[in-house]
């Protein structure tokens, strides 16, 4: 069992641009959720992804999207880059109101 | 709106002694609560959880007490181990929501 597979690891974007995040979650699980992480806070919850829908959003702007595709596997899209979306993007997968686990995460870094 | 708050944002303890980290929360309607465990260029590994309806979980080294009326959570680590070394995120959530909220963290350190 892989766990949640998050690619890419590591990326450079510039500010305007538009980035497509990507997650695998781990075998059985159905929930996927996105989290940003700023350095030197915790984890803030994006959204929840469940049979495809956006299920829960936390407090982000509309530029912040996503999909789940029927395979579970989810994207996130962050539209008109600014620098203060660089952060550590964390993926989370999950079966019900069990615990989430996590990806090791993508680095985003807005120039 | 930090509804879960880790005020000390790092702790040092010796090997073999216990290591106590503290989390406290806001939202009453808060129920089920976790503990994750990072290490650098990892995503958190879960390490412990518990539902509201008790006060205390134990799982090997690792037990969780909550107060509910105290809106108050801790993590202790007995005893601890070098390889402890982490930093530690309390996180809560509702049954009528899905999102987790986390605090700040505390980086633990335990030296030998």
């Known amino acids: 069992d892989a766990g949640v597979t998050q690619s890419p690891t590591h990326l450079i974007k510039t500010r305007g641009q538009q980035v497509t995040l990507r997650c695998s979650p781990k075998s059985g699980h159905d929930t996927v959720s996105w989290y940003q992480q700023a350095l030197g806070q915790g984890p803030q919850f994006i959204f929840q992804?469940?049979?495809?829908?956006?299920?829960q959003r936390g407090n982000f702007p509309d530029r912040f999207s996503g999909h789940q595709f029927p395979n579970y596997s989810s994207e996130l899209n962050v539209n008109a880059l600014l620098l203060g979306d660089s952060a550590l993007y964390l993926c989370a997968s999950s079966f019900g109101q069990i615990e989430a686990f996590f990806g090791q995460g993508t680095r985003l870094t807005v120039v | 709106d930090q509804q879960v708050k880790q005020n000390s944002p790092s702790l040092s303890v010796q090997e073999g002694r216990i290591s106590i980290l503290n989390c406290d929360y806001t939202?009453?309607?808060?129920?089920?609560f976790l503990w994750y465990k990072k290490y650098p260029a990892e995503g958190p590994t879960f390490l412990i959880s518990?539902?509201?309806?008790?006060d205390k979980n134990e799982d090997g080294r690792f037990t969780v007490f909550l107060n509910k009326s105290a809106k108050h959570l801790s993590l202790h680590i007995v005893p601890s181990q070098p390889g402890d070394s982490a930093v530690y995120f309390c996180?809560?959530?509702?049954?009528?929501?899905?999102?987790?909220?986390f605090g700040a963290g505390t980086r633990l350190t335990v030296k030998p």
């Open positions: 939202n009453s309607m808060f129920d089920y």
């Open positions: 518990i539902s509201s309806i008790k």
């Open positions: 992804y469940y049979e495809e829908e956006e299920r």
């Open positions: 996180a809560a959530s509702d049954s009528n929501n899905n999102d987790m909220r």
